[in-house]
């Protein structure tokens, strides 16, 4: 995976980073590492602030989004496959603004 600053490549999201010649075979870990390290790059002296955040809603909404979709909106199925009661992800899919199918 190869991530570029915004004004160079296509399909943005929301840290201003786009992603190109995404491999599907790369671990998710290690796009993760290739999208931390551009990031980081990009950020050049500017002060970096709740990092953990920024990366924790990156992942997990795009996977509750995956999940809920995959399950039609199965608020049981999905917290069963995610392995966290389904108040938590209630709470969690609340916080981040996720609508799930009905």
Partial sequence: ????????????NSTGL??????HTDPLNKCVRLALRAYLDNMGDHDVHDLYALVMEEVERPLFETV??????????????L????????????????????
């Fill in 18 to 23: 786009r992603v190109t010649d995404a491999n």
């Fill in 83 to 102: 392995g966290m009661t389904r108040t938590t992800l209630r709470k969690r899919l609340n916080d981040y603004g996720v609508e799930r199918e009905r």
């Fill in 68 to 81: 809920l979709q995959h399950t039609g909106g199965n608020l049981s199925q999905a917290s069963r496959m």
């Fill in 1 to 12: 995976m190869k991530t570029e600053a915004a004004g160079n490549a296509s399909e943005p």
